[in-house]
């Protein structure tokens, strides 16, 4: 969906390449951003403006392999908007706002949103108050959410990330839930929205990228899934709101900015890719005074488990806390494979009773006591009874961890701080 303009600008495709075309004769009438279109063999085909010369305009076009041809007449669009309804919950759409799953057209709404638009100003947004039950146990007592935070999810591949989101999902207290899925595996889609969403595919609204669609595909999804969330908070609701990955993002708008000619300056990044990354997010939080929220979480799949990744540290700095996933935990067996020692809420404090404060705090003594003698327990140079505290975290952790195991099948916890005393209360 876009918006036309009242005078048709058309121009002609001067130069074909495998990723992009270069258009002569528009020049004067578009800007970055602005959606052009051009009708191919297989229907009408979009692209979009992503380098402005004097002599043409480099296109990436939204589909895979184009039809585009030398000679062809490409007329301006103007910048994409989408008009979101109530009635598209329960739907799934692609980027471009169309449905594909087989449910009919969507009826569009009365009015239109961008998929770039502006963050809210900063002294006129909502303070985040209050505080959000998850149903995760780990996440309620360590790692607190508020609504209208936004928090990241860091892991790489296989860490059970995509499981920890579906659990999210289920979160009470969202009157609308905003998913982007991009990049992900075509398999995966389905059983993501059938299982993993289940009853609560009724009140989601499901942006679909997948990893074999275009780089401007995978890199509008965040996008067009940010303006449908903008849409219904500021009609009121408390929106939630899931990404799929911000890296994947990020290497799609890597890979638009080299078809645009930018240099790559942090392992193979755009400048661009950089001021991006902060827009987009920025765009999730409270809104104005007097309308809704958007509770964003981004998964962030770090790179060969560089947590120091030039992604993952851009993202970490934006957000307002963030979840370590450990590959080492999960291979224990331990689900969620939350790392607690590294994973922080900025705004726990706001949660926490005083009581909670302290004793959260001791609880991570206890496990960083744990953790950092590990390799001497495992020599047998630990002797009971020689250090107190130790002797503590031994007995104590373990019971811990196993208070906190949880999978996607088990009932969401209603009081995470009573069902951890439950547990340690009972006998070993």
Sequence with gaps: MASESLVRCTGTVATVSPTAYRVSGLSPFVRLGDAVAFAGESGEQMGEVVRVERTGVTVKPFGVGGDA??????????????????????????????????????????????????????????????????????????????????????????????????????????????IA??????????????????????????????????????????????????????RGDAVLLIVDSATRYAHAARDVALAAGEPAVARGYAPSVFSDLPKLLERAGPGLEGSGSITGIFSVLVDGDDHNDPVADTIRGTLDGH?????????????????????LSRLAHQVWTPEQRVLV????????RFEETRDLRAMGAYRPGSDPDLDQAVLMVPRIYDALVQSPGVKPSEDAFRDLATALQKPK
């Design 69 to 178: 041809r030398l000679g062809l007449k490409v007329r301006r669009v103007g910048a994409l908007r989408f008009s979101p309804d109530p009635c598209w919950r329960g739907r799934v759409i692609d980027a471009l706002c169309r449905p594909v799953d087989g449910l009919g057209a969507l009826p569009p709404g009365r009015t239109s949103v961008t998929a770039d638009a502006d963050p809210p100003a900063a002294l006129k947004r909502a303070r985040v108050k209050g505080a959000l039950k998850t149903g995760v146990k780990a996440i309620d007592i360590f790692c607190p959410i508020c609504p209208g935070q936004r928090i990241g999810i860091f892991a790489g591949s296989g860490v059970g990330k995509s499981t920890l989101l579906a659990m999210l999902a289920e979160a009470k207290g969202f009157d609308t839930v905003v």
């Design 181 to 234: 899925l991009v990049g992900e595996r075509g398999r995966e889609v389905r059983e993501f929205i059938e299982e993993s969403l289940g009853a609560n595919r009724a009140r989601a609204v499901t942006v679909v990228a997948t990893g074999d669609e275009s780089p401007m595909m995978r890199r509008l999804a965040p996008k067009t899934a940010m303006a449908i969330a903008e849409w219904f908070r500021d």
């Design 323 to 343: 979840i370590v996933l450990d590959r080492r935990i999960a291979a224990q067996g331990r689900y969620p494979a939350i790392d607690l020692g590294v994973s």
């Design 361 to 368: 705090g001791k609880l991570r003594e206890l496990i960083g």
